[in-house]
């Protein structure tokens, strides 16, 4: 969903999965590449095997954006230039706080992002909206298109896939 929002929810033009299954048929870890028009990608990767930051990356051509904790982002740093290994010439410009008010706990860590959808969807259906204006129902089968691709590639099969 974060490289759709991104890139305006276009739709990729090309998905390639790299991953691996348990035992049981279930993906323990994917490396997916998401083609877009003008050459644009979107590099991802998941794991349930090992522990890496749930940081999100937006290099562009002249530096990045990167959101620590991107389910439930604070803030996100905007970086000019590039990191290179003999040579670091990026400049942090700016620190962008995110308006991110909670003092409640939960289950799950980042899940307290969770809150202003479920605030979201609440209103919608409080004002009588079929659809969301956040995330429409063509975002929607987008997203649910891309991952049938991704499980497909993987191998993955569901109860409702062998009907």
Not at 12 to 31: I, L, M, Q, R
Not at 122 to 132: F, P, Q, T, W
Request: glycine content about 6%.
């Amino acid at each position: 969903m974060f490289a759709l929002f991104v890139f305006n929810d276009e739709k990729p033009k090309k998905v390639s999965v790299a991953g691996e299954k348990n035992e049981e048929g279930v993906d323990v870890w994917g490396n997916i590449t998401l083609e877009f028009s003008n050459n644009k990608k979107a590099a991802l990767f998941y794991s349930r095997a090992d522990i890496f930051p749930n940081n999100a990356y937006i290099g562009c051509t002249k530096g990045h954006v990167i959101v620590p904790e991107f389910r439930s982002p604070d803030h996100m740093e905007i970086i000019r230039g590039r990191s290179c290994a003999s040579a670091v010439e990026e400049e942090l410009i700016e620190v962008v706080q995110l308006p991110y008010e909670d003092d409640q706990t939960y289950n799950f860590l980042g899940s307290a992002g969770l809150r202003y959808e479920a605030d979201h969807v609440y209103e919608s259906i409080r004002n009588g909206k079929l659809e969301s204006d956040n995330v429409t129902h063509k975002f929607s089968l987008t997203i649910a298109e891309i991952l049938e691709e991704i499980r497909r590639q993987l191998g993955v099969v569901l109860p409702q896939d062998k009907e």
